[in-house]
């Protein structure tokens, strides 16, 4: 046991240190920024005194061995192959029995990603938190300054980095792709609720050594687990039934001791484990690769004996939802209020669960009580930042597209719950088929990096040289190989993403369908005409698939004609636009066409321009209710028999209408004089195209050329409470309505329609004798591909299906990074309509 005056002690040896030099730090600046940190972080200290009790030079405290007794147990340890999935809910989960199970993270990639030199070359300019000002605003310092700090500090309680933004900032979320969810913890009920108003439960920490944690209790009763890649942590867990005073040490603190990690361990958890003999602590080590397991409502705290990095979040699962639940609905209403709304939309069972805990304890939440009627008193003793309650009322319920990004595995949809294996297994093929992505997007990289050298070399030469020209043939080769093994892997993915999408919604509460497809068909005949469409969509290296299609547009004209098509929508600025879009379209070609005394040209074109026009109108009223941004190009194509012209010739012919609003595209594959041929059906609307630029400008908007041509608002405007500049780089499309109704939000000096959603409607004679099959792709083909390759890797497969599904993957393998749809139709001529007969081929 130490003295019972240590301060007087620390203070006598920290003066005999006086002579030693301030330490020095490798950048310049590091020093300042340390100082404005240590100043804001804590204003009881001067930032000069932060190492005035020279723990720097007692090292004794750190290298002390745990005496385990009948007083200070070991926390029970165990190795992976040891425990299951099932045997870990059921021996420490359900039971809330703290465990370290070791190596259980060791072949994470952050294993060798986190070193500090690795996080510093990664991270370098990137500012991460490292504390708060007595005001709560967040303290931030550079990592290149952290990692200089770690290095050479002598803190007695240094500045201890805890990050819980990381899949919020771009320049962080490479950290996510480092480490994995453990499969002990297969549950995250507390998703089920947007990322705004779920309290915060993932910390990404660097502790350098003698940093740490005093004595806490996770927020809402919810559990946690902590894995640590680098350095060493000393634990120290006390039951929930210890009184907090006790625990936290205040029962034996004295005037003017200070409560950080490195003196709790030091002297006040001896000193309270004398003055209450009768009081357990459980003890242990965590070195890299080890996870604990720290059950809700045990009292929690580290010291870091090394420099250490670690990853912790904290859950709701089967284990803990009653406690957690009644937790919340105390402490955190409208958190609770929104969570449960969720759980009725997608987790039914879970919903009944927390009606039936409501019922037995007889709780009415909030918005069931009546006027003066108070809520239960909050039991809440928890010191997270987490336990205030400022979602708002009005907060948006969580989406199936929201859903699909933050579910984790385990979570009850409808009447059954997905296999945990089988998630398991999902979730370990894309981490896989990701790390297998990126080496082969590195591997592409380097071989068209060694093809252009060679080029550059042939280009010098005066005479050809034989075994130059070899190599670039060998690695033209290897560069097609490489780039269809990263097709192939981004194609597992694709089947991989959409699988796990559809089985999510499957058993949700109204059984929806994915908002998005992977794939489609569709056979059909107008007139002589056998028709087969097929589509194809990948997400790419997007972070989400806001591209749609329709591959089975059916319109009944005035007369009884059948009119049938496809369309591409491309959206932008979120899914709102593009989803709607999709419902509200074929219903208002239908309608505008219905109203039209009979089918002709003219006739046709009056209908789908009112339809877009109209639909558009329809679409802007709901942007303007939800202050949204979104928007999506359209290319749509109909087709109908040329029942104006006689003679054998007819049964041959049809007509096509082509609308276009944006840069997604329409090209035909011609066959004339023995030769395949690409003819574009419509032209991309470009802001800097001559005569869109004119109207743009006309309309008092500004074109200009940033990487592409955009057009912009003459000024700013003031838009969902925000100051903003808005851009785009299409001159036509649907919503938008900052770039329709800027004059509406404060942006002067232009008087709307900065962006038209009046189509571009072309007419073409269809004669299948000639004219092969018709391409629609969205813009991220077509930024990659010409129309010349476009029809050419279409014409290398035999049907409409495998055709748009090699597009879109060609397109990928040639490095587009957008969202990347292709529908392909191709049709054949019959004496009689047969929609059951062979499927028309490209070939």
Known sequence: MMADDPLSAFKAAASKQRGIPSTRFQHRRTAGEIHRCRRGQRTDIKPTEW??????????????????????????????????????????????????IEGACSSWPASNRWSLDALEERFRHVDFKVGKTDKGKNIQLKMKYYADYCRHQRDDSPLYLFETKIDETSAMRHLLSDFEIPDFFPDDWFALMNHDARPPHRWWCIGPKRSGTTVHTDPLGTAAWNAVTHGVKRWVLFEPCTPKRIAKGKAVLKEGEDTEAIMYFDFILPRLKEAYPD???????QGPGDLIF???????????????????????????FETVWRRTRKDREKVAHLWLRNMKKFAPRLYEWALDLNNHDGFRMRHLRGPGEKKEESDADSSSESSSDSTSDEAEDLTAEGLEAVLGPGVVLGDRQLSELHRRNLSKQEEENQQRKEELRQAVAAVKRQVQEVEVSLSKLEAPDEAL?????????????????????????????????????????????????LTGAHETSVGRLLMSAGAASWQGNKEVQEDRFLTDVELQAPGGQRIVGVLVFDGHSGSLCVDIMMDWLPRNLQKCLSAKPMLTEEHLKQAVTEACVLTDDEFLIKAREREALDGTTMILCLVWPDEGRRGEQSKAKSRLLVANLGDSRAVLGRQQAGRLGAVRLSDDH??????????????????????????????????????????????????????????????????????????????????????????????????????????????????????????????????????????????????????????????
């Open 51 to 100: 190492d005035k009790f020279g723990y720097a030079d007692k090292d004794e405290v750190l290298r002390r061995e745990i005496t385990y007794d009948a007083q200070t147990l070991p926390i029970t340890r165990v190795k992976p192959g040891e425990l299951t999935t099932e045997e870990f809910l059921k021996e420490f989960a359900a039971k809330s029995r703290p465990v370290i």
């Open 279 to 285: 009081v357990k602590t459980y003890e242990g080590l």
């Open 469 to 517: 020209e070899s190599q670039r043939t060998s690695l033209d080769l290897k560069c097609r190989q490489v780039m269809a093994e990263y097709g192939q892997v981004q194609e597992k993915l694709e089947i991989n993403r959409h699988q796990q999408l559809c089985e999510r919604l499957a058993g949700s509460a109204d059984g929806a369908s994915p908002p998005w497809m």
């Open 686 to 843: 470009k802001p800097g195209r001559p005569d869109e630029q004119r109207r743009i400008e006309g309309n008092g908007g500004v074109v200009d050329m940033q990487g592409v041509w955009r057009v912009f608002t003459p000024g700013p405007a003031t838009f969902g409470g925000r100051s903003l500049l808005w851009g785009l780089a299409v001159s036509r499309a649907f919503g938008d309505l900052l770039m329709k109704e800027p004059q509406r939000y404060g942006c002067t000096g232009c008087s709307g329609a900065l962006v038209s959603a009046l189509p571009e409607i072309t007419l073409h004679d269809l004669n299948a004798n000639e004219d092969r099959f018709l391409v629609l792709a969205c813009d991220g083909v077509w930024d990659v591909l010409d129309d010349e390759e476009a029809v050419v890797v279409c014409a290398e497969h035999k049907t409409a299906d495998l055709a748009a599904h090699a597009l879109v993957r060609r397109a990928f393998e040639l490095g587009s990074d957008d969202n990347l749809t292709a529908v392909v139709v191709a049709w054949q001529a019959s004496d009689k309509a047969d929609p059951d007969g062979k499927k028309p081929r490209l070939d």
């Open 294 to 320: 720290v059950p809700g409502d045990w009292w929690h705290g580290v010291l870091n004996l090394e420099d250490a990095v670690a990853i912790t979040e904290n859950y709701c699962g089967r284990d803990n």
